[in-house]
Protein backbone atom coordinates (compact mmCIF):
# COMPACT_ATOMS: atom_id res chain seq x y z
CA UNK A 1 0.00 0.00 0.00
CA UNK A 2 2.59 2.63 0.71
CA UNK A 3 4.37 1.96 -2.57
CA UNK A 4 0.84 2.88 -4.25
CA UNK A 5 0.90 5.76 -2.32
CA UNK A 6 4.02 6.81 -3.45
CA UNK A 7 2.88 6.59 -6.95
CA UNK A 8 0.98 10.13 -5.74
CA UNK A 9 2.73 12.77 -5.22
CA UNK A 10 -0.01 14.64 -3.58
CA UNK A 11 -1.02 12.48 -0.60
CA UNK A 12 2.22 13.75 0.73
CA UNK A 13 1.21 17.42 -0.13
CA UNK A 14 1.47 19.33 3.84
CA UNK A 15 -2.36 20.75 4.60
CA UNK A 16 -2.75 23.96 5.52
CA UNK A 17 -3.22 23.13 9.35
CA UNK A 18 0.19 21.10 8.57
CA UNK A 19 -1.05 17.23 8.63
CA UNK A 20 -1.18 15.15 5.89
CA UNK A 21 -4.08 15.00 3.34
CA UNK A 22 -7.16 12.57 3.61
CA UNK A 23 -7.88 12.82 0.54
CA UNK A 24 -11.98 11.02 0.05
CA UNK A 25 -13.20 13.19 -2.26
CA UNK A 26 -12.81 10.72 -5.08
CA UNK A 27 -15.76 10.18 -6.68
CA UNK A 28 -15.52 13.74 -7.64
CA UNK A 29 -12.22 13.39 -8.88
CA UNK A 30 -9.15 10.88 -8.20
CA UNK A 31 -5.52 12.05 -7.96
CA UNK A 32 -2.69 11.25 -10.41
CA UNK A 33 0.04 9.22 -10.49
CA UNK A 34 3.19 10.05 -11.00
CA UNK A 35 3.85 8.16 -14.64
CA UNK A 36 0.12 10.34 -15.66
CA UNK A 37 1.58 13.64 -14.89
CA UNK A 38 4.87 12.51 -16.13
CA UNK A 39 3.17 11.80 -19.60
CA UNK A 40 1.72 14.89 -19.52
CA UNK A 41 5.00 16.95 -19.08
CA UNK A 42 6.88 14.26 -21.92
CA UNK A 43 4.41 14.82 -24.09
CA UNK A 44 4.83 18.70 -24.11
CA UNK A 45 8.76 18.76 -24.44
CA UNK A 46 8.95 15.89 -26.61
CA UNK A 47 6.10 14.97 -29.10
CA UNK A 48 3.58 18.38 -29.09
CA UNK A 49 2.44 18.66 -32.70
CA UNK A 50 -1.10 18.40 -33.96
CA UNK A 51 -2.81 15.43 -34.90
CA UNK A 52 -3.90 13.73 -37.95
CA UNK A 53 -2.56 16.58 -40.55
CA UNK A 54 1.08 17.63 -40.26
CA UNK A 55 3.89 15.38 -42.28
CA UNK A 56 6.48 16.39 -40.37
CA UNK A 57 8.23 14.03 -37.57
CA UNK A 58 6.43 15.32 -34.15
CA UNK A 59 3.07 15.45 -35.82
CA UNK A 60 3.51 11.66 -37.04
CA UNK A 61 4.79 11.09 -33.18
CA UNK A 62 1.35 12.88 -31.78
CA UNK A 63 -0.77 11.14 -33.84
CA UNK A 64 0.72 7.85 -32.78
CA UNK A 65 0.59 8.38 -29.26
CA UNK A 66 -3.29 9.75 -29.71
CA UNK A 67 -4.53 6.25 -31.19
CA UNK A 68 -2.62 4.47 -29.37
CA UNK A 69 -4.04 6.32 -26.20
CA UNK A 70 -7.52 5.17 -28.26
CA UNK A 71 -6.44 0.86 -28.46
CA UNK A 72 -5.42 0.96 -24.76
CA UNK A 73 -8.99 2.46 -23.99
CA UNK A 74 -10.89 0.28 -26.36
CA UNK A 75 -9.03 -2.58 -24.53
CA UNK A 76 -9.88 -1.35 -20.85
CA UNK A 77 -13.44 -1.37 -21.70
CA UNK A 78 -13.31 -4.68 -23.76
CA UNK A 79 -14.45 -2.41 -26.64
CA UNK A 80 -13.40 -4.89 -29.89
CA UNK A 81 -12.63 -1.77 -32.39
CA UNK A 82 -10.54 1.45 -31.04
CA UNK A 83 -13.24 2.87 -33.84
CA UNK A 84 -15.79 2.62 -31.44
CA UNK A 85 -14.24 5.06 -28.96
CA UNK A 86 -14.56 8.60 -29.40
CA UNK A 87 -12.28 11.33 -27.47
CA UNK A 88 -14.52 13.51 -25.12
CA UNK A 89 -14.14 16.04 -22.51
CA UNK A 90 -15.83 13.90 -19.93
CA UNK A 91 -18.98 11.99 -19.44
CA UNK A 92 -21.01 15.05 -19.70
CA UNK A 93 -19.79 15.74 -23.43
CA UNK A 94 -20.08 11.97 -24.15
CA UNK A 95 -23.74 11.69 -23.26
CA UNK A 96 -24.57 14.96 -24.52
CA UNK A 97 -22.85 13.57 -27.98
CA UNK A 98 -25.43 10.41 -28.29
CA UNK A 99 -28.35 13.21 -27.09
CA UNK A 100 -27.66 15.51 -29.86
CA UNK A 101 -26.48 13.26 -32.38
CA UNK A 102 -28.50 10.11 -31.55
CA UNK A 103 -31.74 11.04 -29.74
CA UNK A 104 -32.30 14.68 -30.80
CA UNK A 105 -32.48 13.51 -34.24
CA UNK A 106 -34.86 10.08 -33.68
CA UNK A 107 -37.36 11.43 -31.28
CA UNK A 108 -41.56 12.01 -31.68
CA UNK A 109 -43.59 12.87 -29.72
CA UNK A 110 -44.97 10.27 -27.10
CA UNK A 111 -41.65 8.36 -27.14
CA UNK A 112 -40.12 7.58 -23.90
CA UNK A 113 -36.57 8.17 -22.21
CA UNK A 114 -36.53 5.94 -19.22
CA UNK A 115 -33.60 6.78 -16.61
CA UNK A 116 -33.22 5.78 -12.98
CA UNK A 117 -33.93 7.84 -9.72
CA UNK A 118 -30.16 7.61 -8.82
CA UNK A 119 -28.52 9.68 -11.81
CA UNK A 120 -26.32 11.88 -11.84
CA UNK A 121 -27.35 15.66 -13.63
CA UNK A 122 -25.39 14.75 -16.72
CA UNK A 123 -27.48 11.60 -17.03
CA UNK A 124 -30.60 13.32 -16.11
CA UNK A 125 -30.54 17.09 -17.66
CA UNK A 126 -29.93 15.73 -21.28
CA UNK A 127 -32.16 13.45 -21.29
CA UNK A 128 -35.21 15.77 -19.46
CA UNK A 129 -33.58 18.69 -22.35
CA UNK A 130 -34.14 16.30 -25.28
CA UNK A 131 -37.95 14.56 -24.02
CA UNK A 132 -39.52 18.33 -24.11
CA UNK A 133 -37.79 19.68 -27.06
CA UNK A 134 -39.56 16.14 -29.05
CA UNK A 135 -42.76 16.03 -27.00
CA UNK A 136 -41.58 12.78 -25.46
CA UNK A 137 -41.99 11.68 -22.22
CA UNK A 138 -39.50 10.90 -19.33
CA UNK A 139 -40.10 8.28 -17.31
CA UNK A 140 -37.89 7.50 -13.85
CA UNK A 141 -38.08 4.40 -12.49
CA UNK A 142 -37.48 4.65 -8.96
CA UNK A 143 -35.04 2.86 -6.08
CA UNK A 144 -36.09 1.23 -3.24
CA UNK A 145 -35.49 1.81 0.34
CA UNK A 146 -32.14 0.23 0.38
CA UNK A 147 -30.50 2.37 -2.32
CA UNK A 148 -31.02 -0.37 -4.93
CA UNK A 149 -32.90 -0.08 -8.54
CA UNK A 150 -36.24 -1.25 -8.19
CA UNK A 151 -36.53 -3.99 -10.50
CA UNK A 152 -40.05 -3.62 -10.86
CA UNK A 153 -40.21 -0.14 -11.57
CA UNK A 154 -37.53 -0.42 -14.09
CA UNK A 155 -39.71 -3.35 -16.34
CA UNK A 156 -42.53 -1.10 -15.56
CA UNK A 157 -40.67 1.67 -16.86
CA UNK A 158 -39.85 -0.57 -19.97
CA UNK A 159 -43.84 -1.49 -20.64
CA UNK A 160 -44.12 1.32 -23.53
CA UNK A 161 -42.99 3.03 -26.80
CA UNK A 162 -39.49 3.53 -25.11
CA UNK A 163 -36.95 4.66 -27.85
CA UNK A 164 -33.99 4.84 -25.14
CA UNK A 165 -32.57 3.95 -22.01
CA UNK A 166 -30.18 5.75 -19.75
CA UNK A 167 -28.70 4.29 -16.32
CA UNK A 168 -25.70 4.86 -14.14
CA UNK A 169 -23.38 2.01 -14.03
CA UNK A 170 -22.08 2.85 -10.30
CA UNK A 171 -24.55 5.78 -8.34
CA UNK A 172 -21.94 8.68 -7.15
CA UNK A 173 -24.38 9.47 -4.53
CA UNK A 174 -25.38 5.88 -2.80
CA UNK A 175 -22.49 3.91 -4.53
CA UNK A 176 -24.74 1.51 -5.69
CA UNK A 177 -23.15 -1.03 -8.15
CA UNK A 178 -26.08 -1.60 -10.94
CA UNK A 179 -26.55 -4.96 -12.86
CA UNK A 180 -26.04 -3.39 -15.97
CA UNK A 181 -25.41 -6.15 -18.27
CA UNK A 182 -28.90 -7.76 -17.12
CA UNK A 183 -30.74 -4.03 -17.20
CA UNK A 184 -29.51 -4.03 -20.43
CA UNK A 185 -31.02 -6.66 -21.98
CA UNK A 186 -34.21 -6.32 -20.70
CA UNK A 187 -33.84 -2.59 -22.10
CA UNK A 188 -32.97 -4.05 -25.61
CA UNK A 189 -36.11 -6.57 -25.03
CA UNK A 190 -38.11 -3.64 -25.20
CA UNK A 191 -36.76 -2.74 -28.10
CA UNK A 192 -34.51 0.97 -26.52
CA UNK A 193 -30.82 1.78 -27.59
CA UNK A 194 -29.53 2.01 -24.20
CA UNK A 195 -26.42 4.81 -22.71
CA UNK A 196 -24.31 3.87 -19.75
CA UNK A 197 -22.94 6.41 -17.92
CA UNK A 198 -19.80 4.69 -16.40
CA UNK A 199 -18.32 8.04 -14.73
CA UNK A 200 -18.20 5.71 -11.51
CA UNK A 201 -18.11 2.90 -12.73
CA UNK A 202 -14.68 2.54 -15.01
CA UNK A 203 -12.61 3.61 -12.11
CA UNK A 204 -14.22 1.11 -9.45
CA UNK A 205 -15.20 -1.70 -11.17
CA UNK A 206 -14.01 -4.06 -14.10
CA UNK A 207 -16.18 -2.65 -17.69
CA UNK A 208 -16.27 -4.74 -20.19
CA UNK A 209 -18.61 -3.46 -22.57
CA UNK A 210 -19.23 -6.49 -24.88
CA UNK A 211 -20.39 -8.41 -22.28
CA UNK A 212 -22.53 -5.42 -20.59
CA UNK A 213 -24.37 -5.28 -24.38
CA UNK A 214 -24.46 -1.42 -24.24
CA UNK A 215 -24.90 0.81 -27.30
CA UNK A 216 -22.84 3.48 -25.83
CA UNK A 217 -21.07 3.82 -22.63
CA UNK A 218 -19.68 7.46 -21.51
CA UNK A 219 -16.67 7.86 -19.04
CA UNK A 220 -14.34 10.82 -17.49
CA UNK A 221 -10.91 10.56 -17.67
CA UNK A 222 -10.30 12.60 -14.71
CA UNK A 223 -12.06 10.02 -12.45
CA UNK A 224 -9.92 7.11 -12.82
CA UNK A 225 -6.54 8.76 -12.60
CA UNK A 226 -6.94 10.76 -16.02
CA UNK A 227 -6.44 14.60 -16.70
CA UNK A 228 -9.47 16.75 -16.20
CA UNK A 229 -11.11 17.22 -20.02
CA UNK A 230 -10.29 13.72 -20.61
CA UNK A 231 -12.66 11.13 -21.49
CA UNK A 232 -14.59 9.44 -23.59
CA UNK A 233 -17.64 7.49 -25.35
CA UNK A 234 -18.22 3.87 -26.55
CA UNK A 235 -20.39 3.48 -29.13
CA UNK A 236 -21.25 0.55 -31.36
CA UNK A 237 -19.83 0.52 -34.87
CA UNK A 238 -22.99 0.81 -36.65
CA UNK A 239 -24.99 3.39 -34.42
CA UNK A 240 -21.80 5.49 -34.62
CA UNK A 241 -22.32 5.67 -38.36
CA UNK A 242 -25.55 6.36 -38.62
CA UNK A 243 -24.99 9.25 -36.70
CA UNK A 244 -24.88 12.74 -37.86
CA UNK A 245 -21.64 14.57 -36.43
CA UNK A 246 -22.06 16.43 -32.74
CA UNK A 247 -19.87 18.96 -33.54
CA UNK A 248 -18.94 20.67 -36.85
CA UNK A 249 -15.06 21.96 -38.02
CA UNK A 250 -11.80 21.05 -39.16
CA UNK A 251 -10.36 17.35 -39.08
CA UNK A 252 -14.34 15.89 -38.84
CA UNK A 253 -14.69 15.88 -42.66
CA UNK A 254 -13.97 14.29 -45.71
CA UNK A 255 -14.21 17.02 -48.49
CA UNK A 256 -15.96 20.25 -48.01
CA UNK A 257 -17.86 21.95 -51.18
CA UNK A 258 -19.10 25.45 -51.87
CA UNK A 259 -22.88 23.86 -50.47
CA UNK A 260 -22.06 20.69 -48.32
CA UNK A 261 -19.47 18.44 -47.04
CA UNK A 262 -18.96 14.84 -46.10
CA UNK A 263 -17.83 13.03 -43.05
CA UNK A 264 -14.84 11.38 -41.79
CA UNK A 265 -14.60 8.42 -40.90
CA UNK A 266 -15.62 6.83 -37.33
CA UNK A 267 -14.05 8.17 -35.02
CA UNK A 268 -12.99 11.12 -36.68
CA UNK A 269 -16.63 12.30 -37.68
CA UNK A 270 -16.99 12.94 -34.05
CA UNK A 271 -13.41 14.84 -32.92
CA UNK A 272 -13.94 18.12 -34.82
CA UNK A 273 -11.37 20.63 -33.90
CA UNK A 274 -7.97 19.61 -32.10
CA UNK A 275 -8.56 17.28 -29.87
CA UNK A 276 -7.00 17.49 -25.91
CA UNK A 277 -4.23 15.17 -26.96
CA UNK A 278 -2.13 15.62 -23.99
CA UNK A 279 -5.06 14.59 -22.12
CA UNK A 280 -5.88 11.14 -24.30
CA UNK A 281 -1.99 10.68 -23.77
CA UNK A 282 -2.80 10.84 -20.03
CA UNK A 283 -5.70 8.89 -20.21
CA UNK A 284 -3.76 5.96 -21.58
CA UNK A 285 -0.94 6.15 -19.57
CA UNK A 286 -3.51 6.08 -16.17
CA UNK A 287 -5.31 3.06 -18.11
CA UNK A 288 -1.98 1.63 -18.12
CA UNK A 289 -1.50 2.09 -14.66
CA UNK A 290 -5.00 0.63 -13.44
CA UNK A 291 -4.11 -2.61 -15.60
CA UNK A 292 -0.91 -3.33 -14.05
CA UNK A 293 -2.85 -2.75 -11.09
CA UNK A 294 -5.30 -4.62 -11.88
CA UNK A 295 -9.12 -3.60 -11.87
CA UNK A 296 -10.35 -6.87 -9.92
CA UNK A 297 -8.03 -6.09 -7.18
CA UNK A 298 -9.17 -1.85 -7.68
CA UNK A 299 -12.70 -2.71 -7.18
CA UNK A 300 -12.18 -5.27 -4.34
CA UNK A 301 -10.08 -3.56 -2.54
CA UNK A 302 -12.57 -0.26 -3.09
CA UNK A 303 -15.63 -2.46 -2.07
CA UNK A 304 -14.48 -3.74 0.76
CA UNK A 305 -13.08 -0.23 2.06
CA UNK A 306 -16.47 1.26 1.10
CA UNK A 307 -18.26 -1.06 2.82
CA UNK A 308 -16.34 -0.89 5.85
CA UNK A 309 -16.67 3.19 5.91
CA UNK A 310 -20.29 2.80 5.87
CA UNK A 311 -20.14 0.24 8.65
CA UNK A 312 -17.98 3.03 10.83
CA UNK A 313 -20.22 5.60 9.87
CA UNK A 314 -23.21 3.61 10.89
CA UNK A 315 -21.12 3.14 14.46
CA UNK A 316 -21.56 7.41 15.00
CA UNK A 317 -24.65 8.30 17.09
CA UNK A 318 -26.61 10.55 14.88
CA UNK A 319 -25.39 9.54 11.38
CA UNK A 320 -27.80 8.06 8.98
CA UNK A 321 -25.95 6.47 5.76
CA UNK A 322 -27.69 5.97 2.50
CA UNK A 323 -27.89 2.66 0.89
CA UNK A 324 -27.93 -0.97 2.68
CA UNK A 325 -25.82 -2.54 -0.25
CA UNK A 326 -24.06 -6.02 -0.41
CA UNK A 327 -21.41 -3.96 -2.75
CA UNK A 328 -20.28 -0.62 -3.25
CA UNK A 329 -18.23 1.47 -5.47
CA UNK A 330 -16.86 3.97 -3.64
CA UNK A 331 -18.77 6.40 -2.49
CA UNK A 332 -20.48 6.75 0.66
CA UNK A 333 -23.15 9.62 1.51
CA UNK A 334 -24.89 10.18 5.01
CA UNK A 335 -26.29 13.14 7.40
CA UNK A 336 -25.24 14.02 10.92
CA UNK A 337 -27.90 15.13 13.14
CA UNK A 338 -27.79 18.26 13.94
CA UNK A 339 -24.62 18.92 11.64
CA UNK A 340 -25.33 20.42 8.10
CA UNK A 341 -22.94 18.85 5.70
CA UNK A 342 -21.41 21.72 4.51
CA UNK A 343 -20.28 22.88 8.55
CA UNK A 344 -19.12 18.77 8.76
CA UNK A 345 -16.92 19.24 5.48
CA UNK A 346 -15.74 22.43 6.91
CA UNK A 347 -14.72 20.78 9.56
CA UNK A 348 -13.15 18.36 8.46
CA UNK A 349 -11.10 20.22 6.05
CA UNK A 350 -9.28 22.05 9.21
CA UNK A 351 -8.41 18.28 10.02
CA UNK A 352 -6.79 17.81 6.78
CA UNK A 353 -10.39 15.30 5.72
CA UNK A 354 -11.30 16.20 2.05
CA UNK A 355 -14.86 15.31 1.75
CA UNK A 356 -17.83 16.50 -0.24
CA UNK A 357 -20.81 17.87 0.46
CA UNK A 358 -24.04 19.47 -1.15
CA UNK A 359 -26.41 17.79 -3.71
CA UNK A 360 -24.02 16.04 -5.23
CA UNK A 361 -25.34 16.71 -8.64
CA UNK A 362 -28.25 14.53 -7.96
CA UNK A 363 -31.26 16.60 -6.61
CA UNK A 364 -33.73 13.97 -8.06
CA UNK A 365 -32.34 11.53 -6.11
CA UNK A 366 -31.73 13.63 -3.16
CA UNK A 367 -35.51 14.67 -3.65
CA UNK A 368 -36.67 11.12 -2.90
CA UNK A 369 -34.25 10.20 -0.06
CA UNK A 370 -35.67 13.37 1.98
CA UNK A 371 -32.42 15.86 2.08
CA UNK A 372 -31.36 18.84 0.55
CA UNK A 373 -27.68 17.87 1.28
CA UNK A 374 -25.78 15.02 1.75
CA UNK A 375 -22.02 14.82 3.09
CA UNK A 376 -20.18 11.96 0.87
CA UNK A 377 -16.44 9.93 1.50
CA UNK A 378 -15.31 8.55 -1.73
CA UNK A 379 -12.59 6.32 -1.70
CA UNK A 380 -9.81 4.98 -3.88
CA UNK A 381 -7.59 1.99 -3.90
CA UNK A 382 -5.12 4.37 -2.66
CA UNK A 383 -7.02 4.73 0.79
CA UNK A 384 -6.61 2.89 3.60
CA UNK A 385 -8.87 1.61 6.93
CA UNK A 386 -6.78 4.20 8.75
CA UNK A 387 -8.03 7.37 6.95
CA UNK A 388 -10.98 5.96 7.47
CA UNK A 389 -10.79 5.70 11.28
CA UNK A 390 -9.50 9.52 11.02
CA UNK A 391 -12.70 10.46 9.02
CA UNK A 392 -14.70 8.44 12.12
CA UNK A 393 -12.46 10.25 14.85
CA UNK A 394 -13.45 13.95 12.99
CA UNK A 395 -16.98 13.18 13.19
CA UNK A 396 -16.68 12.43 16.16
CA UNK A 397 -14.67 15.69 16.94
CA UNK A 398 -17.31 17.66 14.65
CA UNK A 399 -20.08 16.03 17.05
CA UNK A 400 -18.61 17.37 20.09
CA UNK A 401 -17.81 20.67 18.03
CA UNK A 402 -21.51 21.56 17.02
CA UNK A 403 -23.59 19.97 19.36
CA UNK A 404 -22.09 21.44 22.34
CA UNK A 405 -24.12 23.20 24.84
CA UNK B 1 -7.32 28.55 10.07
CA UNK B 2 -8.79 26.79 12.94
CA UNK B 3 -12.59 25.59 12.93
CA UNK B 4 -12.91 28.24 15.59
CA UNK B 5 -12.41 31.12 13.59
CA UNK B 6 -14.87 30.43 11.33
CA UNK B 7 -17.62 28.92 14.00
CA UNK B 8 -17.38 31.47 16.98
CA UNK B 9 -19.71 30.41 19.79
CA UNK B 10 -21.80 33.59 19.02
CA UNK B 11 -22.45 32.20 15.46
CA UNK B 12 -23.32 28.47 16.90
CA UNK B 13 -25.45 29.53 19.31
CA UNK B 14 -27.57 31.10 16.83
CA UNK B 15 -27.26 28.50 14.07
CA UNK B 16 -28.41 26.65 17.33
CA UNK B 17 -31.39 28.43 18.27
CA UNK B 18 -32.11 31.08 15.66
CA UNK B 19 -34.25 34.24 15.81
CA UNK B 20 -37.08 34.56 13.78
CA UNK B 21 -37.31 31.20 12.58
CA UNK B 22 -40.69 29.15 11.95
CA UNK B 23 -43.17 28.22 9.12
CA UNK B 24 -44.54 30.52 7.27
CA UNK B 25 -47.46 29.88 4.72
CA UNK B 26 -46.78 30.06 1.33
CA UNK B 27 -48.78 33.54 0.37
CA UNK B 28 -46.64 35.02 3.03
CA UNK B 29 -43.45 34.40 1.44
CA UNK B 30 -42.21 37.14 -0.04
CA UNK B 31 -38.61 35.95 -1.44
CA UNK B 32 -37.42 32.23 -1.61
CA UNK B 33 -33.64 32.46 -2.53
CA UNK B 34 -31.46 29.20 -2.75
CA UNK B 35 -28.05 28.69 -2.58
CA UNK B 36 -27.32 26.08 -5.82
CA UNK B 37 -24.24 24.95 -4.71
CA UNK B 38 -25.31 23.27 -1.38
CA UNK B 39 -29.18 23.70 -1.88
CA UNK B 40 -29.15 26.02 1.36
CA UNK B 41 -32.31 27.82 1.17
CA UNK B 42 -34.00 31.02 3.02
CA UNK B 43 -37.67 32.16 3.05
CA UNK B 44 -38.17 35.82 4.04
CA UNK B 45 -41.11 37.92 5.13
CA UNK B 46 -40.40 41.65 6.25
CA UNK B 47 -43.12 43.97 7.26
CA UNK B 48 -42.81 47.83 6.80
CA UNK B 49 -44.39 50.41 8.80
CA UNK B 50 -43.76 54.01 9.16
CA UNK B 51 -41.05 53.62 6.75
CA UNK B 52 -38.82 50.80 9.02
CA UNK B 53 -38.45 47.73 9.58
CA UNK B 54 -41.29 46.31 11.66
CA UNK B 55 -40.85 42.65 11.94
CA UNK B 56 -38.83 40.25 10.20
CA UNK B 57 -39.61 36.62 9.69
CA UNK B 58 -37.74 33.63 8.10
CA UNK B 59 -37.82 30.12 6.96
CA UNK B 60 -35.70 27.70 5.86
CA UNK B 61 -33.37 25.17 6.15
CA UNK B 62 -29.38 26.21 5.38
CA UNK B 63 -25.89 25.59 7.58
CA UNK B 64 -25.02 27.02 10.55
CA UNK B 65 -23.55 29.91 8.98
CA UNK B 66 -26.35 31.02 6.89
CA UNK B 67 -28.88 30.50 9.72
CA UNK B 68 -26.73 32.17 11.97
CA UNK B 69 -26.16 35.04 9.36
CA UNK B 70 -30.14 35.75 9.03
CA UNK B 71 -30.68 35.00 12.85
CA UNK B 72 -27.98 38.00 13.68
CA UNK B 73 -28.96 39.83 10.49
CA UNK B 74 -32.79 40.10 12.51
CA UNK B 75 -31.69 40.58 15.52
CA UNK B 76 -29.87 44.14 14.29
CA UNK B 77 -32.42 44.94 11.60
CA UNK B 78 -35.57 45.01 13.40
CA UNK B 79 -36.94 48.57 14.08
CA UNK B 80 -34.40 50.11 11.94
CA UNK B 81 -35.46 52.79 9.35
CA UNK B 82 -35.38 51.45 5.85
CA UNK B 83 -32.65 53.01 4.14
CA UNK B 84 -30.46 52.69 6.97
CA UNK B 85 -31.11 48.73 6.76
CA UNK B 86 -30.19 48.94 3.13
CA UNK B 87 -27.05 50.54 3.29
CA UNK B 88 -25.76 47.90 5.93
CA UNK B 89 -26.85 45.45 3.60
CA UNK B 90 -24.80 46.93 1.00
CA UNK B 91 -21.83 47.80 3.07
CA UNK B 92 -21.66 44.34 4.16
CA UNK B 93 -21.99 43.17 0.88
CA UNK B 94 -18.89 45.15 0.10
CA UNK B 95 -17.02 43.79 3.38
CA UNK B 96 -18.05 40.05 2.12
CA UNK B 97 -15.88 40.99 -1.22
CA UNK B 98 -13.15 42.39 0.58
CA UNK B 99 -13.78 45.85 -0.32
CA UNK B 100 -14.59 47.18 2.70
CA UNK B 101 -13.14 47.11 6.23
CA UNK B 102 -15.06 45.58 9.16
CA UNK B 103 -15.92 47.89 11.49
CA UNK B 104 -16.86 46.04 15.39
CA UNK B 105 -18.78 49.16 16.06
CA UNK B 106 -21.16 49.09 13.10
CA UNK B 107 -21.63 45.37 13.46
CA UNK B 108 -21.77 44.30 16.80
CA UNK B 109 -22.74 40.35 16.94
CA UNK B 110 -22.30 40.31 13.26
CA UNK B 111 -18.60 40.53 13.32
CA UNK B 112 -18.72 36.64 13.86
CA UNK B 113 -20.72 36.35 10.34
CA UNK B 114 -17.63 38.63 8.74
CA UNK B 115 -15.37 36.74 9.72
CA UNK B 116 -16.65 33.88 7.33
CA UNK B 117 -15.17 36.33 4.72
CA UNK B 118 -11.65 34.52 4.73
CA UNK B 119 -13.69 31.64 3.71
CA UNK B 120 -14.36 32.38 -0.11
CA UNK B 121 -16.58 28.85 -0.35
CA UNK B 122 -18.90 29.85 2.36
CA UNK B 123 -19.34 33.48 1.73
CA UNK B 124 -22.81 32.92 -0.25
CA UNK B 125 -23.48 30.87 2.61
CA UNK B 126 -23.06 34.40 4.99
CA UNK B 127 -24.75 36.31 2.40
CA UNK B 128 -28.35 34.51 1.42
CA UNK B 129 -30.04 35.76 3.84
CA UNK B 130 -28.98 39.47 2.92
CA UNK B 131 -29.59 39.26 -0.59
CA UNK B 132 -33.22 37.84 1.14
CA UNK B 133 -34.18 40.88 3.07
CA UNK B 134 -32.66 42.96 0.67
CA UNK B 135 -35.13 42.06 -1.76
CA UNK B 136 -38.07 41.81 0.97
CA UNK B 137 -37.84 45.02 2.34
CA UNK B 138 -37.29 46.71 -1.75
CA UNK B 139 -41.25 44.81 -2.42
CA UNK B 140 -42.29 45.93 0.92
CA UNK B 141 -41.51 49.24 0.80
CA UNK B 142 -41.65 50.08 -2.31
CA UNK B 143 -44.38 52.89 -3.17
CA UNK B 144 -46.96 51.47 -4.77
CA UNK B 145 -47.25 48.53 -1.97
CA UNK B 146 -49.54 49.24 0.37
CA UNK B 147 -47.93 49.23 3.40
CA UNK B 148 -46.14 52.21 2.74
CA UNK B 149 -49.24 53.99 1.88
Redesign the interface.
Known sequence: MEEIRQDFPILHEPT?GGGRLVYLDNAATSQKPRSVIDALQDYYETTNANVHRGVHVLAEKATQAYEDARIKVAEFIGAPDPRSVIFTRGTTEAINLVAWSWARPRLRPGDRIVVTRMEHHSNFVPWQAMARAAGAELVIADIRDDGTLDPDAFQRALDGPVKLVALAHVSNVLGTVNPVADLVARAREAGAVTVVDGAQGTPHVPVDVEAIGCDFYALSGHKMLGPTGSGALYGRLERLEAMEPFLYGGEMISKVHDDHSTWAEIPHKFEAGTPHIAGAIGLGEAVDYLRRLGPDRVHRWESDLATYTAARLREVPGVRVFGDLPERGGAVSFVTEGI????LA??LD?LGIAIR???LCA?PL?RRLGV??VSRASVAFYNTAEEIGLLVDGLHRARS??LR? | MDSEDLYQEVLLDHARHPHRYGKLRPEEIQVDLENPLCGDRVCVHADVEEGRVARIRFDGQGCAISTASASLLGDWAEGRPVEEVRAHIEWFAKVMRGEAEPDEEKLGDLMAVAGVRRFPMRIKCATLAWHALRQAIDQTASPTSPDSA
Open positions: PHPHDQYQAGHQLTAFFG
